[in-house]
């Protein structure tokens, strides 16, 4: 019980302080406290055996905490340049959309993938005079705004027919 009553109390000594309701969100927040603490117990054991002098807990965790928040997010790197994103300028107001030719909708050779815009436009397939459906998704290719979701799905039948 020495080594499990020691661990507890490491643990508790220095805790993460985050605040929640969940279960799950304190049980990840002791499983960090408690990877932190065995990772400075390694690190006082490696230390003793260079003959250097460790650093306490407190420093230690301030160390990672430092670490963690200078880290740096990867960006996934496109290899394909046509996959790459290419920003859509969005028609201005009162401006109407051209809609392509068929040649243009079903060329194989170009990739229609759906692009997300902040600000919604009429669907350019499905709204008519008397329903207005509007749309966050327009083609890369077509520069059209189309409806896509679980109900109307007018980004492939705007591709498929004439």
């Not at 859509?88 to 050779?109: F, G, H, I, N, Y």
């Amino acid at each position: 019980m020495g080594g499990i009553d020691k661990s507890d109390m490491l643990v508790h000594l220095y805790k993460t302080s985050m605040l929640a309701r969940r279960y799950y969100m304190r049980l990840f927040r002791y499983i960090l406290d408690l990877c932190i603490c065995n990772s400075w117990i390694w690190y006082k054991r490696d230390c003793s055996a260079m003959k250097s002098a460790p650093m306490s807990l407190k420093d230690f965790r301030l160390d990672i905490y430092k670490d963690a928040i200078s880290y740096k997010k990867v960006t996934p790197k496109v290899t394909r340049t046509s996959l790459a994103r290419v920003e859509v300028p969005l028609p201005k107001r009162s401006q109407r959309a051209e809609v392509p030719s068929v040649e243009k909708r079903q060329d194989a050779t170009a990739l229609h993938l759906p692009h997300h815009v902040t600000m919604r436009q009429t669907c350019k397939y499905c709204s008519h005079k008397g329903a207005i459906h509007r749309s966050r998704w327009m083609c890369e290719v077509c520069k059209v705004s189309l409806c896509l979701s679980d109900v109307r799905n007018c980004y492939a039948d705007f591709h498929k027919n004439l």
